[in-house]
């Protein structure tokens, strides 16, 4: 599929399971981000990606791990999880310099930790 | 820091009623602000932006002026319709900000026939 994909679509876990978001793009965008999405909070970036091999924290990146060893994938991973990390989790890519500044985002994984 | 405010929700309107949603920000420099929107069950899409002071971004109805007297950034519809229901989302991305954004909490819109 063209465009930026998320899977699972939604997850119930446990309380200290490992959980792996998944995200691809098919753009071959330079940067990529993780967000999560509460009430009362908009979107929080959690990490973010400006290439292959080179990630950094964004403004909430506790009790979350990436890795980027493919420009088109992005995965998230909740090392134990935890009733806190339930949430609304999106992926989003984009291009520097193509004059937009715009970044496309994904539909989105409803994440719930039980 | 960089931080976003938008008027708390939800906004209710009539079909056809004019819409402000307020946005107003704190950033150093000169920022890039943005107006995203989110179809239920959708992710967010780009719906206008600005880059610098006193440009006004529009798209599909909607517009917006970057006001830095002000701070602001408030998006405005003169006719709403029913399929304009959505929560919208102010973001701003810091000068030098290497594409991050920043958002508002968010603001729902529901319009009614």
Redesign the interface.
Known sequence: DAGITQSPRYKITETGRQVTLMCHQTWSHSYMFWYRQDLGHGLRLIYYSAAADITDKGEVPDGYVVSRSKTENFPLTLESATRSQTSVYFCASSEPGQGVDEQFFGPGTRLTVL | GNS?T?MEGPVTLSEEAFLTINCTYTATGYP?L?WYVQYP??????LL?A?KADDKGSNKGFEATYRKETTSFHLEKGSVQVSDSAVY?CAL?PWGG?????????TRLAVHP
């Open positions: 976003v938008q890039s943005f069950g959708e992710g967010l899409q780009l932006k880059t989302f991305r290497y594409n991050k954004l920043i958002f508002g909490a968010g």
